[in-house]
């Protein structure tokens, strides 16, 4: 089998982030906002979040809990907040 790269251009990247939103394929984190459950990758809440960063990579309770619970925010608000995050700026 050979492996080949192909250099994104950005419609491409575009377009295979919003298959992972649309399909929420790689998901490895799940987030409760308002008592909506969100599955997640990772890397997508790594790279558009500080605090998401910083809850995934320090040592606390939360980086270890099967579901993130994110309290003060309202499920209305955070898919907008999450579908951009999905789509590079």
């Given at each position: 089998?050979?492996?080949?790269y192909k250099k994104p251009d ?27 459950i969100f599955t997640v990758p ?19 309770r939360d980086k270890y809990e ?24």
């Amino acid at each position: 089998m050979e492996v080949t790269y192909k250099k994104p251009d950005e419609n491409s990247l575009l377009t295979a982030m919003k298959e992972l939103y649309d399909k929420s394929m790689f998901t490895d984190c799940k987030l409760q906002v308002d008592g909506t459950i969100f599955t997640v990758p990772k890397p997508v809440l790594y790279c558009n979040s500080d605090m998401l960063k910083k809850l995934l990579t320090s040592e606390t309770r939360d980086k270890y809990e099967e579901v993130i619970n994110l309290e003060g925010l309202n499920n209305v608000h955070f898919t907008p907040v999450l579908q951009y995050m999905y789509m590079v700026h």
